[in-house]
Every structure is written in structure tokens, then in C-alpha cells.
């Protein structure tokens, strides 16, 4: 997979870099076994090896898969809607970006991962952590929506 790092900054001057990652057709071609029964959060279950049958991810977490991009999260500014450094996003490009939704966005050339608000006086993009301000965007600002988040998977549990 082609990678390459983009920088992503807001105004506190707090920046973090998302990786974008290319995505491959070997990554939409594989399928996992998916078993017929349910995993207990309680005791374990003494069930054994019984496959019901392939799962392919992909049918299941991605509508358009030509136009998902995956990227590396770094930095903090998202941890409130659980989006934390080390997460894989899934970002579609070609969905419309409505209010509230995550998304990827280039303001004034720079990337960012941030909650998209729409306000009477304009559009804001919105932090999830206290640390970061609202980034209002002005008339005289280029905002651009690279893409909508569509999943999140967290690095490590």
C-alpha cells in the first residue's frame, strides 16, 4: 500500500498527522469465518470450531469501495467521539458531508479530523476534547470536505 502523511493543524496551534492509505484489492477480496454463535461477555463458552460460514468485512462496513481511503489517526482532538491516536478510519469520498457527521476536511490546505456543524452564522468544524477550539470557518477561508468517516477502528484494545 502507498502511504503518505498529511498535516493536519487547527488555530490552538495543536496539530496531528493522519496517514492516508491507499486501499488495495487484496483488502477488498478477503474474507474471514464468521461462526453461527454468539460470543459470551460473561463465562466462556465451551463451544467449539462450528463455521457457519465466510465473512467478508467489506460487504458489511463499506457501501462504495471505491471510494473508501483508510487513514491513521494521531493526536488527540477527536478522543471524545472515540477516535483516538493509532485508529483506522474508513473514509468515504464519495458521500455528502450533512451535520454532525466526522469527516475529513482541508481548511486553507491543511487536513483535519474533525465534527462538521452547521450553524446560522456558517460552518464550524468542532474538536471532541476540551483542548481544542470550534474552527469557524470564514467567508475569505477554502474549506473543502475530502471525505465523510464512516468507521473507526481502534488500534489496540
Request: charged content about 15%; glycine content about 6%; aromatic content about 8%.
Amino acid at each position: 500500500m502507498a502511504t503518505s502523511t498529511l498535516q493536519a493543524s487547527h488555530r490552538s496551534m495543536r496539530s496531528s498527522l493522519l496517514s492516508l492509505i491507499y486501499p488495495s484489492k487484496e483488502l477488498f477480496h478477503r474474507q474471514r469465518a464468521l461462526s453461527h454463535l454468539a460470543v459470551l461477555a460473561g463465562f466462556s463458552s465451551t463451544a467449539g470450531d462450528y463455521i457457519e460460514e465466510h465473512l467478508n468485512l467489506d460487504d458489511h462496513l463499506i457501501q462504495y469501495k471505491e471510494s473508501i481511503f483508510f487513514l491513521r489517526v494521531s493526536g488527540d482532538s477527536m478522543c471524545g467521539m472515540s477516535i483516538f491516536a493509532g485508529d483506522l478510519l474508513a473514509v468515504d469520498r464519495a458521500m455528502s458531508a450533512t451535520h454532525g457527521c466526522v469527516v475529513i476536511a482541508v481548511v486553507d490546505g491543511e487536513f483535519t479530523v474533525k465534527q462538521l456543524i452547521n450553524t446560522a452564522s456558517g460552518q464550524v468544524l468542532r474538536a471532541a476534547h476540551p483542548s481544542y477550539p470550534d474552527i469557524l470557518i470564514h467567508p475569505e477561508q477554502n474549506l473543502s470536505i475530502w471525505g465523510v468517516v464512516q468507521w473507526s477502528t481502534h488500534h489496540k484494545v
